[in-house]
């Protein structure tokens, strides 16, 4: 059986975070593509001659062209500029969805049977763009959020309970942003949910809506902390997840964001919301029911999209 393969688009920070998991984790071969010249060759390089001591098996190639990522079975696009400190993700918007313009092309003309995990920002509003102007089939596109938005909130409560990573779940559901609804009824710990934790005197209701509220916030502490760039290392193993369970037919439920036709009352949208995904790619949209405040949150965080999308159509008129 021939190797899988896999296309990195955009070879910066996340996108070389990424092809070094994938090749660790030997998930198939790795083309890193990147506008810059002689950056995805250079990681390219690096990242093979870490095979040797790790003992790792891929072949990695970095390019400058699209026609490289040709027959890719998973694409996974970064490209873009990141969030600088002080600016909102929409700030990114107007430049980011130029970059998806030409990746949506890139991959419709070379790779369209691939499956396509878009990590650029404003997240909702980009995955969007990048399934219009690609035109693949709406489950095999998705957006990168809510792994890692809830992997944000699981740390924070393994901090808080003082329990392993492994035993919290969480679930965020919504958009990627300052809108995102964390889901505290179904977050537990080995299945106990936080309500019945909170009786049970290990937190109280204030110190968990300050850790919603962190989590809510979680990728601007970093970038203030970093002050020249955005999260790197959670959001490309959050990535790789999504890549592991389509190309593995792994069937996971994890939060990302799908298209959604009528699903959650939304209909051609992108939000985050639980998915199954598996060979065929999104396989299922689980529809959970929300309690009132979250419902109301939701409903906040899908208006934040709508608009965004909205913006999207009023910069380009080819999206209408
Ligand atoms: N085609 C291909 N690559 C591009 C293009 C393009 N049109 N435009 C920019 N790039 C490349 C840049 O050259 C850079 O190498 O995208 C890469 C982005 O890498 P970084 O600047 O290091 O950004 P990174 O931290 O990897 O984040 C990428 O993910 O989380 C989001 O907000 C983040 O939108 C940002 C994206």
Known sequence: MARKKIAMIGSGMIGGTLAHLA????????????????????????????????????KLKGANSYE??????????????????????????KTNLNVMKAVGEGIAKHAPDAFVICITNPLDAMVWALREFSGLPHQKVVGMAGVLDSSRFRHFLAEEFDVSVEDVTAFVLGGHGDTMVPVVEYSTVAG??????IKMGWSTQERIDA????TRSGGGEIVGLLKTGSAFYAPATSAIVM???????????????????????VDNLYVGVPIVIG???????????????????????????KELVAACKGIDGSLN
């Open 243 to 265: 890549a592991e369970s389509y190309l593995k037919d792994k069937k996971r439920l994890l939060p990302c964001a799908a298209h959604l036709t009528g699903q959650y009352g």
């Open 23 to 58: 090749a660790m984790k030997e998930l198939g071969d790795i083309v890193l593509f990147d506008i810059a010249e002689g950056v995805p060759q250079g990681k390219a390089l690096d990242l093979a001659q870490a095979g040797p001591p790790e003992g790792f098996d891929a």
């Open 211 to 214: 850790i919603v509220q962190r």
């Open 279 to 305: 060979a065929n790619g999104v396989e299922k949209v689980v529809e959970i029911e929300l309690n009132e405040g979250a419902a109301a949150n939701f409903q906040t965080s899908v208006d934040a999209v």
């Open 192 to 197: 106990i949910p936080i309500p019945d934790l």
């Open 68 to 93: 490289e990522i040709a027959g890719a079975d998973v694409c996974i696009v970064t490209a873009g500029i990141p969030r600088k400190p002080g600016m909102s993700r929409d700030d990114l918007l």
